[in-house]
T-cell receptor, first 115, second 111 residues
Framework: GDSVTQMEGPVTLSEEACLTINCTYTATGYPSLFWYVQYPGEGLQLLLKATKADDKGSNKGFEATYRKETTSFHLEKGSVQVSDSAVYFCARVPSDPGSNYKLTFGKGTLLTVNP | GAGVSQSPRYKVAKRGQDVALRCDPISGHVSLFWYQQALGQGPEFLTYFQNEAQLDKSGLPSDRFFAERPEGSVSTLKIQRTQQEDSAVYLC?????????FGPGTRLTVL
């Protein structure tokens, strides 16, 4: 069935370091792919998305490219800030016209950025 | 504009009690989803509504879980005879297409 595998955390970085969080998905059809972020004590917020191969989603300095050949959607940021500390979830939604678009999530990666 | 809201934000129940969790979706959003998030895990799908019709309830863990959306807007997730393993954050999301917008969640603790 549909699944998403993302890099296990926790990840601890210093401010201004580069970030990569790996995410791979099962290649059933052509899913839409998402990164959600969960700040401490808050709900899930959509960070970025991509709906087809080679699309690049970007927001707040974060980027992820939909790679069909490697079934990956890795999250990257060139220079992290303390305020980026949160849990990051990779997720997919089926593309079938008859599907109900339920999200399948990875387990989440906790990022801590130190000053 | 207003986002998805959920109430209560926190609920403590004694084992065996019934609980009801409410979700107010974004106005005009046809689709509504419930997810369960255990501590340290990603959210897991519970059930899906399109307007008032419950089209998928395959994720509900037992027949103690029941969800409704009678007028195609507000939804209620009810858990009967709560058990300790029901302790989790319950998330509601609404959407018009493939992008879902989440509420803050209800943290349920069963003692």
């Amino acid at each position: 069935g549909d699944s998403v595998t993302q890099m296990e955390g926790p990840v601890t970085l210093s401010e201004e370091a580069c970030l990569t969080i790996n995410c791979t998905y099962t290649a059933t059809g052509y899913p839409s792919l998402f990164w959600y972020v969960q700040y401490p004590g808050e709900g899930l917020q959509l960070l970025l998305k991509a709906t087809k191969a080679d699309d690049k989603g970007s927001n707040k300095g974060f980027e992820a490219t939909y790679r069909k050949e490697t079934t990956s959607f890795h999250l990257e940021k060139g220079s992290v800030q303390v305020s980026d500390s949160a849990v990051y979830f990779c997720a997919r939604v089926p593309s079938d016209p008859g599907s109900n678009y339920k999200l399948t999530f990875g387990k989440g990666t906790l990022l801590t950025v130190n000053p | 504009g207003a986002g998805v809201s959920q109430s209560p934000r926190y609920k403590v129940a004694k084992r065996g009690q019934d609980v009801a969790l409410r979700c107010d979706p974004i106005s005009g959003h046809v689709s509504l989803f419930w997810y369960q998030q255990a501590l340290g895990q990603g959210p897991e799908f519970l059930t899906y509504f399109q307007n008032e019709a419950q089209l998928d309830k395959s994720g509900l863990p037992s027949d103690r879980f029941f969800a409704e959306r009678p007028e195609g807007s507000v939804s209620t997730l009810k858990i009967q005879r709560t058990q300790q393993e029901d302790s989790a954050v319950y998330l509601c999301a609404s959407s018009l297409g493939r992008t879902q917008f989440f509420g803050p969640g209800t943290r349920l603790t069963v003692l």
